[in-house]
């Protein structure tokens, strides 16, 4: 089912696909992957007409999420990207026990290269030292896949299209800051999460969305901060402390009066998600990351009968299972 609700949770399922063979893969892929980039979720299409009837009539603000609402509109009706930069590809997939992640990887790079041959993707990868395209947008750790196993029977693909500009804005903490005066706690957070906004100012496509995550090491917090993506917004934290800070900061956060694309007034930020894992006792990590306001999400749930497993390239029905 694709990710466009009303009030229900973004990513519940209301319907089913039933998953036939690895070219169906690969189609339903290719679909996972135009929706994205073409149709903004209804959750963020929502909170920007709230942000642009908030603004002054005739101020920057106003008329860049005018601008924005008109662009959104434009991309679904004629199923065109909604950004010139298409992004990073990242999937997040929860496979039935056995399904092959060999099988899914070759159905992946196939409905992403015939994304990209028809414009849906730009030729947005490309080798790091030599700064030459990767053709199909496939090379060495792109799209980017996280990888687990679920239900029996069930295979659930989330996909986020994650731009350039945001991503350049992202940072990392390691508390305690004695520049920012922020310490091991919640308050240190917020101090974080207030200067990671001020420091990206009017870049990253403001408003933007910032994911949060207390914990982990480097790597570990950066991707579980770039997972929060993957709530509905408005959605808060089920940790009473967490959802808390969410709202505070939301609140402080506009204030900063940064405004769309910069430009001043009342919203600087669509929401805040905040997650936490577990940390060393020497390590005390912020990581924050921001999403422009072409938040583009979208995902699918499929049943898989059992003969579709393996699904192909002769790879041993476990061969593929996750690490």
Known sequence: VWGR??????????????LVMRE?????????ICRASSDLPADVEA????????????DNGRRALESILKNIALARRDGLPLCQDTGTLLFWVEAPPGFSRGGFETALR????RATAEGVLRQNCVDSLTGASVPGNCGSGSPKLHWREGEAGRLRISLILKGGGCENVGRQY????????????????RRCCLDAVWRAQGMGCAPGVLGVCIGGDRATGYEESKRQFLRELGNRSPEADLARLEERFLREANRLSIGPMGFGGKTTLLDVLIGRLDRL??????????????????????VVKADSLALADALPANNGRPR
């Open 5 to 18: 609700t009303g009030k229900a949770p973004l990513f519940a399922a209301r319907e089913m696909r039933v």
């Open 24 to 32: 169906d893969l690969s189609a339903q892929l290719h679909e996972l």
């Open 47 to 58: 909170a920007l007409s709230r942000a642009c009837a908030g603004e002054l009539a005739g």
């Open 110 to 113: 196939t409905a992403v290269g």
């Open 174 to 189: 390691a508390l305690p800051d004695s520049e920012l005066g922020a310490g091991r706690d919640l308050e240190g957070v």
């Open 281 to 302: 006792p020497a390590s005390y990590f912020v990581s924050v990351s921001y999403m422009c306001w072409a938040f583009r999400r979208q995902s699918v749930e499929l």
